[in-house]
């Protein structure tokens, strides 16, 4: 009787002060009229860049996999150098181009890229399945 009255009170106690789940909560997106999702992770404080602007990117890369983030195609820190591009001239996806815009340097932020805003199949070669949905988490570490 004692073993089922403290299991009771450590149930009740953990439902009450709202334990969380070890995966942690899902971003809440913000999306675009073009269907790209955003989350601003850390917001930056310098300025955002212009279009031609030089951008020095890190990055990760996953496939969405349920609603989150599945397995992982890139790690620019672990490969070594940044990504290195200019911003509006269609060098990077339109996700990309479309999500860094407004972003200040300094900033993180999650971009969730549907199909239509990420590679097209003959870009995506054997690590991207066809129509997939992409997250990326991209810090915006330069602007040159």
Known sequence: MRASIACSMVLMSA?????KSPQGS???WSTSPSGLGVVDLVAGEGPSPTLGQV????????????GGKGRLFLDTRKRG????FPLGVSR?????DEGIATMKQGGRRLLRVPPGLGYSPQEA???IPPDATLI???ELIDLR
């Open 15 to 19: 439902v009450s002060f709202g334990c």
């Open 26 to 28: 899902l971003p809440v």
């Open 55 to 66: 951008c020095v990117i890190e990055s990760l890369g996953w496939i969405e996999e349920n």
């Open 81 to 84: 150098f940044p990504d290195t």
């Open 92 to 96: 990077v996806i339109k996700g990309w």
């Open 125 to 127: 070669g054997k690590d």
């Open 136 to 138: 990326f988490e991209l």
